[in-house]
């Protein structure tokens, strides 16, 4: 078997080396951080199995009007963020239309209901059940017409593509959540979605079990990657293969080997707080555009999307979800800084899996947007096909083209 550089250690790239480890490669995986600090680190935890249609971009006249106008809590924007992002933009709207979106979700099909099989093996090998919770999660919603439109959405995914979903009331929601401080409408349990209290410590786990299994990990830049005769060389490191595995930071390294990469950045703001009511499962607050999960640094209240490029010093996002959890929940103090990260996005809504056209040995690991911590092990997978000469062609480069 050949010998493989993997270029970034957050879910993603960690699921690359282990599955390509498995295939019996030779994997250094590089990362200027330790395993899991990026973008990996910072998202909401969940395994969602459920998410077979992406996120598509709202094109809806009222929906537009709310995010221009800065009243939808889950998307926040600025004319300079706009303008940078212009090209992508645009496509990402054009592939939400109907016809391009239904391809999309043909994928996403099967993609994600893969996601808690794939992960289950490396979370059992790397002794890590105690992060993950098997529960699923509860979208709560405050008024009758939104528990309503959220019932709708629950029956068609529980008719079309047979997810596990159950619609609790208000009395029903009241019992398995007694903490919560107000009666609601009730909720939407998707009760497939696997959780984690420390998706930071779920990859570092992985990392420690790729280790234990032979493979290297070297802190250095991922970014320095280099043609070396006819293989490559990042931070000193030499092997016939590389991936290019850098989520956010994939565009600017393929740039430089001929690959244009249209990516739309989707900031995420998250904040710790203690105090709060217990929960059984993570909430995500559809009013206010939040998911509030209980971690093990605290109840980690995660933003939806702002295309920001620099992160804002008081996320409205951030402020209006930590002020419906002090009204829900009783929290307490913020523990720590405001963590800020990107999701790479692509417009198409689908991940980057494959060779890079004109680069032999050069290959593509990336654009998850919403859902790397979910797809990594199931994308890993596809990965390591495409080096045996099989893999998906929707998902290849060359469609970027």
Not at 38 to 55: D, L
Not at 68 to 89: C, D, F, I, N
Request: some cysteine; charged content about 15%.
């Amino acid at each position: 078997m050949s010998s493989v550089l993997i270029l970034g250690a957050g879910m993603v790239g960690v699921s690359s080396a282990l599955a390509l480890q498995e295939r019996g490669h030779e994997v250094v995986l590089i990362d200027r951080r330790e395993p899991g600090r990026e973008t990996s680190f910072g998202n909401a935890g969940f395994i969602q199995t459920e998410a077979v249609e992406p996120y598509a971009m709202p094109l809806a006249p009222a929906d537009l009007a709310r995010i221009a106008l800065g009243r939808s809590g889950e998307v926040r924007w600025s004319p300079g963020s706009v303008l940078t992002q212009a090209r992508a933009l645009l496509a990402y709207a054009g592939h939400s239309r109907p016809g391009r979106f239904a391809r999309a979700v043909a994928t996403y099909q099967r993609l994600i209901p893969e996601s808690a099989a794939a992960h289950a093996p490396w979370v059992e090998a790397a002794g890590a059940d105690n992060l993950v919770r098997r529960d699923g999660y509860l979208e709560i919603h405050r008024t009758a017409a939104g528990l309503a439109r959220a019932e709708a959405m629950a029956d068609r995914f529980g008719r079309d593509y047979q997810v596990p979903v159950q619609v609790l009331d208000g009395v029903a929601l009241a019992a398995a959540e007694p903490g919560l401080r107000q009666r609601l409408a009730g909720a939407v349990l998707w009760g497939g979605t696997w959780t984690c209290a420390d998706p930071g410590g779920l990859v570092a786990a992985y990392a420690a079990l790729f280790t234990a299994r032979g493979g290297r990990i070297v802190q250095g830049d991922a970014a320095s990657l280099t043609r070396d005769g006819t293989g490559w060389r990042a931070a000193g490191q030499g092997a016939e293969h590389a991936v290019i595995a850098l989520g956010p930071w994939s565009p600017a390294v393929c740039a430089r080997f001929g690959l244009r990469v249209p990516m739309v950045l989707k900031r995420g703001y998250h904040q710790h707080f203690t105090g709060a009511a217990p929960l059984s499962r993570p909430l995500m607050d559809a009013d206010n555009g939040v998911v509030m999960t209980p971690m093990r640094a605290g109840l980690r209240i995660c933003t939806a999307a702002d295309l920001r490029g620099q992160p804002h010093r008081a996320p409205p996002q951030l402020a209006r979800g930590t002020a419906a959890a002090r009204d829900l929940l009783g929290i307490g103090a913020a523990q720590g800084e405001v963590w800020s990260g990107q999701r790479p996005c692509m417009p198409d809504m689908l991940p980057v899996v494959g060779a890079i056209p004109g680069q032999t040995g050069l290959w593509a690991h990336f654009g998850h947007g919403h859902q790397g911590f979910t797809l990594g092990p199931v994308t890993a997978a596809i990965l390591a096909d495409a080096m045996d000469g099989g893999g998906w062609p929707e998902l290849a480069p060359a469609r970027l083209g």
